[in-house]
């Protein structure tokens, strides 16, 4: 019984230590900008093998493919993969059509069953014959347990939640954080304006998302709709203009040309015909609550990406409860959105960013061609260059374009619903195959295809080492299914309350804020001999809500920044919206905003049937205006300054007109390029010298006989081999680090007591022990290396100093100073502008 107990004891105690060891060998694989994703698996003895499964992070800019049944386990791969981008720093945004990955949201670092308990299943919890409190109990218990099987414990859920910022956006719902796409078709960057193929693409795939939307089908070749609606968002976009709904309904009854190809317009498309098209999109913007496409944040990217403070962002796009036509139409809208972004920034080798959708079924079919499957396209084929992984996930093998997924690098295949999915997506498999030039050994594929079991997958990476099993790690967040609206506004709650509160700290700023104590009345009359301005109307206007106007100054300056240390000479020109007031201080230009205003698009006459918030006496003086554009430019001198970023470890400065937070980014994917180039030099260094070690190792073994009692020589392999796990894992061996050590270690101790042969197996003990001191010590300086790695990419990336340059006064312009009517909508007592998109 004491033997026993003691035995038991041991084996706790190595098990523990086990434990240990894997968390610290997982803390230095996100050293190597590597994804831990697993442990590999015996199909055919159906169970798990020591080691790891790590994905090199820059291998997945050749975009990755995931197949899999419901209860195949997908959805925690896929949120497997999230977990460790955003660990490694790398931006995700996730398109959720089903409302799984919102799921990466519950990651609770306690791992208690007080943070289990509000997002358990009541109904499972009674299937189980528990209470909810028991039930969050067991599933705290399961989770805590199954991390700890990985090597993974609440420290490294911490480390998770605080390496991103993890937001749900539910596009046409209050439920999340609300994202405005239809406040504009946005004017795509000149880069796409100047390639006449990829702005015919972006047009198109803009035609065909709003005619989706409004219920119109037409050829994208030749309906009459694509080709009219086409002409006059490529017009308006060949000269720098956003457009709004708005103005595509007026733009569709009176366009800007007369002719369409070779017909005159009312030959090619009468004026009673183009209304009724007008009709059905005006229809859409006059729908009951179609005003929330129109609220919220910006569709910007970058945004999206990282936080104002540079912070890597994990954005969700939660789209389960749009209808099927709102789906298609946002689902292409941001992939437009996302090329463009794409081809606005520098080329990289190394992992930038990554897009991931979960359900591509429907958008990406062989033969049909929605508007999503053309940006889709692009992106598998030029966003490589770019640094932008590709993550596409399916639980239908059937419907899919195989030869546009020819140019993904890695697919991960579990479990299938049917044969008939298997043998699709085996015939799927082996046209890429044929496409490459590369081998397909489709009997081996199907064996192990019908092998699979839950959690276990398949991996193929073409830069990897072929095709191998694993069994994918416990997820880090809780995966208790679909989140419901409910359940999404509770987790973002928070967020939203921030939001509005930034937005009122905003509209504090504005003219109305300074002047609405005024009453409003009807327009006052501007002396003639004083300049004035009316911002145009951008935003769309609810009905029942009141037209008000407010007066402010519009000022549009023009400042140049000079330093011949740095040989900087850059001009940069703003437009200011400044609050007037009454005496003692007229303008108050403290709290004036930098607006997106062209004088170009300023209008000269305010709209009928509005108010107007009386201006200050002043205001009627020109006299005033000559005084205070002096002012102006002297505050300027003082106000506007032009910082210059320099990361001197990685010779970087600050490009025109690109922020602090942009730059602090561009540092760190630098930093990350200097990484994956290092860790590709720690790869070369070592495999020489761990294959002439293996080889030692292998000539020792065949010299000691194998006998011993099997549990004294798994606690004896768990002792010495502990040494090689990192190293060999890190180079993909799965010799080294498994037992093999240890097993030839433990056979020559039993050996050296028997006394057959005893010199001969002394000595071949005492090689194996040097061998294993070798092991050990090309481990440690391994450690090492991996530490130096991390510490020079650490201090480069917060390596940035600032140079700050004021401009000279007569370096100073001041273009514009007038009186400026500035127009609100007054909803529940609130001033909101409508002069911003």
Not at 585 to 603: H, N
Request: net charge neutral; with cysteine.
């Amino acid at each position: 019984m004491e033997n026993g107990k003691a035995a038991t004891i041991f084996s706790a105690q190595i098990s523990q230590k086990r434990v240990k060891k894997l968390a610290q060998d997982i803390d230095d694989f996100e050293k190597l900008g590597v994804f831990y994703l697993g442990k590999p698996f015996d199909l055919e003895g159906g169970n798990e093998e020591p080691g790891y499964v790590l994905y090199e992070s820059r291998h997945l800019t050749t975009h990755a493919v995931v197949v899999g049944m419901t209860g195949s386990g997908k959805t925690g791969l896929c949120i497997d993969l999230i977990e460790e981008a955003a660990i490694d720093g790398i931006p995700v945004l996730a398109i959720d059509p089903k409302g799984d990955i919102s799921n990466i949201l519950l990651a609770f670092q306690n791992l208690s069953a007080q943070e289990f308990q509000p997002w358990v299943s009541v109904e499972e919890a009674g299937l189980k014959g528990l209470s909810v409190e028991q039930f969050a109990q067991e599933q705290a218990n399961v989770w805590r347990d199954g991390l700890a099987s990985y090597g993974q414990d609440a420290a490294r859920v911490k480390r998770l939640k605080d390496s991103a910022d993890f937001s749900i956006y539910t596009p046409f719902s209050t439920a999340g954080i609300q994202l405005s796409v239809l406040k504009s078709f946005a004017c795509p960057p000149q880069e796409i304006l100047d390639d006449g193929e990829t702005l015919r693409e972006r047009v198109n795939v803009s035609t065909q998302s709003l005619l989706n939307l409004a219920g119109i089908t037409s050829d994208p070749l030749r309906g009459r709709e694509s080709i009219f609606l086409g002409t006059i968002i490529q017009n308006a976009w060949q000269n720098g203009q956003d457009l709004s709904l708005i103005d595509l309904v007026r733009l569709i009854q009176t366009p800007p040309f007369s002719q369409v190809g070779a017909l005159d317009l009312e030959s090619f498309y009468p004026k009673k015909e183009r209304f009724e098209l007008a009709m059905a999109i005006n229809n859409l913007i006059a729908a009951p609550g179609f005003e929330t496409w129109m609220q919220g944040e910006s569709l910007d990217i970058g945004k999206l990406l990282y936080t104002d403070a540079g912070k890597p962002r994990v954005s969700i796009m939660s789209i389960a409860h749009l209808e099927d036509n709102e789906r298609m139409f946002f689902v292409a809208l941001f992939l437009n959105q996302l090329i463009s972004w794409m081809r606005s920034q520098a080329g990289t080798s190394s992992l930038r960013a990554i897009m991931y959708m979960d359900e591509i079924f429907g958008y990406f079919p062989p033969v049909a061609n929605p508007p999503s499957k053309q940006p889709l396209l692009t992106l598998l084929k030029q966003a490589r260059a770019y640094g932008l992984g590709i993550v596409l996930a399916t639980q239908n093998p059937v419907d899919l374009d195989y030869k546009g997924l020819a140019n993904a690098g890695t697919w991960f295949v579990g479990r299938l619903q049917t044969e008939r999915d298997k043998m699709r997506l085996l015939d799927g498999l082996e046209g890429v195959a044929g496409e490459k030039g590369t081998n397909f050994e489709r009997q081996t594929l199907d064996k192990m295809l019908s092998s699979l079991k839950k959690r276990t997958f398949l991996l193929h990476n073409t830069q990897g080492d072929g095709l191998k099993s694993f069994k994918t790690r416990f997820s880090l967040s809780y995966l208790r299914g679909p989140l419901s609206r409910n359940q999404i506004k509770t987790l973002m709650d928070a967020k939203k309350k921030a939001i509005v509160s930034e937005t009122k700290t905003e509209l504090a700023k504005t003219p109305a804020a300074s002047t609405a104590e005024s009453s409003a009345s009807a327009a006052p009359i501007i002396p003639s001999d004083i300049s004035q301005y009316v911002l145009p109307i951008k935003s769309p206007f609810g009905t029942g809500n009141k037209l008000v106007y407010a007066p402010c100054i519009l000022a549009v300056s023009q400042v140049r920044f000079t330093d011949t240390k740095t040989k900087l000479d850059h001009s940069v020109s703003h437009a200011w919206l400044l609050p007037v007031r009454e005496d003692p201080v007229f303008i108050m230009m403290d709290e004036g905003t930098q607006e997106k205003l062209k004088v170009s698009e300023l209008e000269t006459k305010p709209a009928a049937q509005a108010d107007f918030i009386r201006p200050p006496e002043w205001t009627f003086q020109a006299k005033q205006y000559k005084i205070w554009t002096k002012k102006f430019q002297e505050w300027l001198v003082l106000k506007e300054k032009y910082f210059i970023l320099s990361c001197p470890a990685l010779k970087l400065t600050s490009l025109k007109d690109e922020s602090e937070r942009d730059f602090r980014i561009r540092v760190k994917e630098k930093a990350k390029e200097q990484r994956d180039a290092e860790v590709a030099k720690l790869r070369a260094k070592y495999q020489e010298k761990l294959d002439a070690l293996e080889n030692k190792i292998r000539l020792a073994e065949q010299a000691v006989e194998r006998e011993h009692e099997q549990m004294k020589a798994q606690d004896m392999q768990t002792a010495i081999s502990v040494g090689a796990t990192v190293l060999g894992a890190f180079l993909g061996r799965r010799r080294i680090g498994t037992g093999t050590i240890g097993r030839a270690t433990s056979a020559a101790r039993a050996a050296n007591r028997s006394a057959s042969s005893r010199a001969d197996v002394e000595r071949a003990s005492d090689n194996l022990e040097a061998l294993n001191e070798k092991m050990g010590a090309l481990e440690q300086q391994f450690q090492t290396d991996i530490a130096s790695i991390q510490s020079e990419v650490e201090k480069a990336a917060e390596s940035v100093e600032v140079v700050n340059i004021s401009p000279k006064k007569t370096n100073v312009a001041v273009d514009v100073f007038a009186f400026a009517w500035a127009p609100y909508q007054l909803t529940d007592g609130k001033y909101v502008p409508l002069w911003r998109q």
